[in-house]
């Protein structure tokens, strides 16, 4: 296991600062930088990790289930780097690259690439009687 995709959560908590997750997410695009931050004083995890933009901005968290797992390995130095991956409707997908392995984004299925989302839908014309 040399690469990881993992979910983040929390994009709909504000910032410290204000500045919103949602948006910062829509500015990330995929392969871009991201950094994964150990949070040991959080009141509510004190297992959680922290996701922030190449721009600085924490876009949220990896999920309680896996924040354990990444911090150990980062910990041990055993995290090479992240990357955005996609958006997600939690918040996001981030590609963790591990034991020096750079991450790279998996192939996307063909069934989406086939999707339109052009918003186009004509509408329904009945037949004339």
Known sequence: MSQLSL???????????KS?????ILLCKPQ???HLV????????PQAVAVFSARGVQIGYVR???SQLIRSYLSRGKVTAAIFQ????????IRVGMD?????????PAEAEKDDDSGFYPDYIPPDD
């Open 32 to 34: 871009e930088e991201v």
């Open 64 to 66: 309680g289930r896996q």
């Open 38 to 45: 150990p949070e040991p004083k959080n009141p509510v995890d």
């Open 7 to 17: 979910i983040i959560v929390g994009a709909d908590h504000p910032n410290k600062d």
């Open 86 to 93: 996609d958006r997600h409707d939690e918040g996001a997908i």
């Open 20 to 24: 919103n997750r949602r948006f910062e």
């Open 100 to 108: 020096g392995e750079l991450p790279t984004l998996p192939e996307r």
